[in-house]
């Protein structure tokens, strides 16, 4: 089957070497920010921690103290989206690689839908990531009166606020991650050749 | 037509989908108990919680798009629409999926950091009732992953051949 068509002949059949399709440079720099967003949304919230000494009682003039600290292993849900980011970063900073230096990588024309594949994949691992942290700092932060949980961040608002910033930045690493699949999916679709017959699926 | 069994399968996992979905709605939504101990009384419902009122909302959408999308006809360009969207509700089903999970494991194992004391012990039917809506949404997730692969191979398989 002989492929005429122009600027994106994507190495179906051959060892065609990879040549730059159209947009590529937007890909690339579209899963550099990503790997960023998600990067630092992952060490900002390993990095979460916060101790706090409150003073219990006072007996004579000696004050009894009490040392609470907040780490980000407390919570499953924290250690989930560690998880979960550090993954989406990894998998981010893989397809850089392959994209910079890998142009002969190619098996029967299967790259393209295996990194199409392994973004969707990203994609869904990010979103739960984040579904569970927000919900866990939504109620850290205002309590659950019907269960009695009380909130936390009156007490530890700089554990919260740096849990904040991280949430956000997980949420650009999401939505750049499914900009990155959409356009891996829409580098799948090339346009029919004209001399094909077409199949009515 | 040889595609004809990947045409019913594809319509089986969505019909197996939207069953997930439905029930999942459903049994959380209709998750109630009210506790007497003493003179407290104790109510858990699923709209005391966000997190659960979030799955609620987000498996009655999918269940609504599954339904839909049981009619779309085949080869038109919807279908190509339909890997986009199921993208887009398979990443809406994990998430919450995921975030009713982490509120439902503060209920059953509390958090000794925080202070907070497990649920389940005053209410051991909800925690139950919960745990029947999770799976059924966990089984919608996964239905759902299989069939976002499924789609993208089908809109593939035109385009390659």
């Known amino acids: ?201 | 037509m040889e595609k004809n069994p990947k045409r019913i399968l594809a319509l089986l996992l969505r019909v197996l989908a939207l069953g997930a979905a439905v029930s999942a709605t459903i049994v959380m939504a209709t998750s109630h108990e009210r506790a007497n101990f003493f003179t407290a009384s104790f109510e858990a419902e699923y709209s005391d919680t966000p997190a659960f009122k979030y799955f609620v909302i987000v498996n009655a959408v999918v269940s609504a798009y599954s339904l839909i999308a049981l009619f779309v006809p085949w080869g038109s360009l919807l279908r190509r629409l339909l890997v986009t969207l199921d993208l887009l509700v398979t990443m809406l089903l994990t998430s919450s999926i995921s975030a009713a999970l982490a509120i439902a494991q503060v209920g059953k194992k509390g958090n000794s950091h925080a202070g907070w004391l497990p649920i389940c012990g005053q209410v051991p039917k909800y925690c139950d009732h919960v745990t029947g809506a999770l799976a059924a949404g966990f089984a919608a997730v996964i239905i759902y992953t299989i069939l976002l692969m499924f789609s993208v191979h089908s809109v593939l398989n035109d385009l390659l051949n």
């Open chain 1, 1 to 201: 089957m002989a492929l005429q068509n122009g600027g994106k002949t994507e190495g179906e059949h051959e060892s065609v070497p990879f040549s730059k399709p159209k947009g590529r440079w937007l890909l690339l720099t579209v899963r550099i920010v990503a790997f960023l967003a998600t990067a630092s949304a992952t060490i900002v919230m390993a990095l979460n921690k916060e101790t706090k000494t409150l003073v219990v009682a006072t007996i004579g003039s000696t004050p009894i103290t009490l040392t609470l600290t907040a780490k980000f292993q407390h919570t499953p849900a924290f250690v989930f989206f560690v998880i979960a980011n550090a993954n989406a970063s990894f998998h981010n900073l893989l397809m850089i690689l392959v994209e910079i230096c890998g142009n002969k990588l190619d098996y029967k024309g299967l790259r393209l839908v295996l990194v199409a594949v392994f973004d969707m994949m990203a994609v869904v691992l990010a979103s739960a990531g984040d579904g569970a942290a927000t919900f866990m700092a939504e109620l850290g932060k205002r309590g659950n009166s019907h269960a009695r949980w009380n909130k936390i961040c009156d007490k530890f608002d700089s554990y919260c606020d740096r849990g904040g910033w991280a949430l956000i930045a997980s949420y650009i690493g999401l939505s750049l991650l499914t900009l990155i699949s959409a356009l891996s999916m829409i580098r799948l679709m090339k346009p029919k050749p004209a001399n094909q017959p077409t199949t009515i699926p």
